[in-house]
């Protein structure tokens, strides 16, 4: 007999199931969508509206009731971006730029930093405030960055705003883009909705190989690591070796990759197979040879917009030495803090910072310092070498929960690092170690290896595909979690 009360309970919301792309009941979703989306390609104002429905939907299943604040950002966003096109005033002009970004940064610091000050409040005066009960507001990073752009860029008059509301609401609600990025700006976006519909075969093959590759790295790589590792030394570091906290910081930089970039890539192929491009956001990050290219090929979408709108805007390198490094340190910190309301965001962040400021000022200063050595495969070797350190050494900070589990990790590989139980070592995380290095190899797939790939499959037709996702299937069979691991950017 039907349950009909647990068929339908699978339409609401649940706060212990969030819908993801990786979910089952999403690939229904998602067919029944695009069935619909076909059907009603050649008509702009259904296919818009039914876009956002579904974006919207999709947005109320991943965090619930929360979804009526990108409306809500969405209706003050378009109406406050108009006005400021159309009023003569430059005094008015600013005036409504101020409110419009009072009100998306207002709503980011209540939401998601209401909590933090409140604690740091009662921790330094020893009052008892009360914080926000604030439970999975998942997104609000995301979008409001792209609010925030799109209203600086209008009053800059580098774009036009959107005439149509469906438009700016599907800017802003594009769901394999909305949950966990990329941040997308509205000059590169608006124009493709009125593009006529079209995906060519080879738009379909890339987006198929984005799609398997990006699931392979977040649910058999990443969440194989995790769940057999990196969650329980972070967790409880100081029951751990030094030799385990060192290989689970190497771990978690392999994991933040493969989840970060796999739900990426997963965004980029739907979005192919939707009719839209939207940018890629990892390009081989961990060969940068300084921390300046770490962050040209790390995250590309939060790094520009940081360069875009805040580090340009404090005066970039435009008002001397000094104040270009304390621009770098700042911009940073709002990275970091960017992240989450937590003490360990904003060290990692100003780790960044000051690493910046460092290069900056190394490469100034050293011009014509060792100069013909710099050109050399040993010194890009370690330089390499150097930056991938002390990335994963600030990734610690990232990744811990708190200050006190931090401490513990550097303390643990400080202090009880020893080579006397390798042996002990390797019997017990063997396979986690091969993970690591498997996904380390799928980091430094060249991109010419892709596009070749994605040609060949743009020719194999439709049983190459079947073949293709039958074998992913079987080895998500093989290496799926006991219990699901949600994406680490779905807090952001």
Not at 364 to 377: A, D, G, M, N, W
């Amino acid at each position: 007999m039907i349950d009909f009360n647990a068929f339908f309970k699978q339409f609401l919301y649940d706060d212990k199931n969030p819908l993801l792309f990786n979910n089952g009941f999403f690939i229904y979703l998602f067919v029944a969508f695009v069935s619909l989306y076909y059907y009603f390609r050649n008509n702009h104002k259904v296919r818009t509206w039914l876009f956002c429905c579904f974006s919207l939907y999709f947005f109320y299943k991943a965090s619930g009731a929360y979804v009526l604040l990108v409306i809500a950002s969405a209706i003050v966003d378009f109406f406050i971006g108009n006005l400021i096109y159309e009023v003569p005033s430059k005094k008015s002009k600013k005036i409504l730029l101020w409110v419009g970004l009072s009100f998306n940064i207002g709503l980011l610091a209540y939401f998601k930093y209401f909590n933090f000050l409140s604690n740091t409040y009662n921790e330094i005066l020893g009052h008892h405030f009360q914080p926000l009960k604030v439970t999975s507001l998942i997104g609000i990073s995301f979008y409001t960055f792209e609010s925030i752009s799109y209203m600086v860029d209008v009053y800059h008059r580098k774009i036009l705003p959107a005439k149509r509301f469906a438009d700016y609401l599907l800017f802003l609600s594009f769901f394999p883009k909305l949950v966990m990025g990329p941040i997308v700006r509205a000059a590169d976006f608006l124009p493709q909705i009125s593009k006529p519909y079209f995906v060519s075969d080879e738009d379909f093959s890339k987006g198929f190989y984005l799609i398997i590759t990006g699931l392979v790295k977040k649910l058999i790589i990443s969440d194989y690591i995790s769940a057999n590792f990196v969650n329980y030394v972070f967790d409880e570091p100081s029951r751990y070796t030094g030799l385990e906290c060192l290989f689970a910081t190497y771990g978690f930089a392999v994991v933040i990759y493969c989840d970060f970039s796999g739900y990426t890539n997963i965004a980029i192929g739907i979005a192919k197979w939707l009719g839209f491009s939207i940018p890629d956001n990892f390009n081989l990050p961990y060969k940068s040879k300084d921390i300046t290219e770490f962050w040209k090929r790390w995250h590309i979408s939060l790094s520009t917009w940081l360069k875009d709108y805040i580090y340009i805007p404090l005066g970039g390198n435009r008002k001397g030495e000094i104040k270009k490094y304390i621009n770098l340190i700042i911009t940073m910190f709002i990275g970091g803090l960017w992240h989450g309301a937590n003490f360990t965001y904003i060290i990692w962040g100003l780790m960044h910072g000051v690493a910046l400021a460092i290069h900056k000022l190394w490469i100034e200063k050293s011009k014509y310092v060792l100069y013909s050595f710099r050109q050399t495969k040993i010194y890009n070797l370690l330089a390499a070498f150097i930056t991938f350190q002390f990335v994963c050494i600030a990734w610690i900070f990232f990744r811990a929960e708190n200050m006190t589990k931090a401490k513990a990790m550097f303390g643990q590989i400080k202090h009880q690092f020893g080579l006397d139980k390798i042996n002990d070592f390797w019997n017990n995380y063997h396979a986690v170690i091969w993970m690591i290095l498997l996904g380390l190899l799928v980091h430094f797939i060249p991109q010419k290896f892709n596009y070749k790939m994605i040609k060949q499959l743009s020719k194999e037709g439709v049983l190459g595909y079947l073949l293709i996702f039958f074998v992913f299937v079987l080895l998500y069979g093989y290496f799926k979690s006991v219990e699901p691991i949600l994406p680490i950017y779905l807090q952001f």
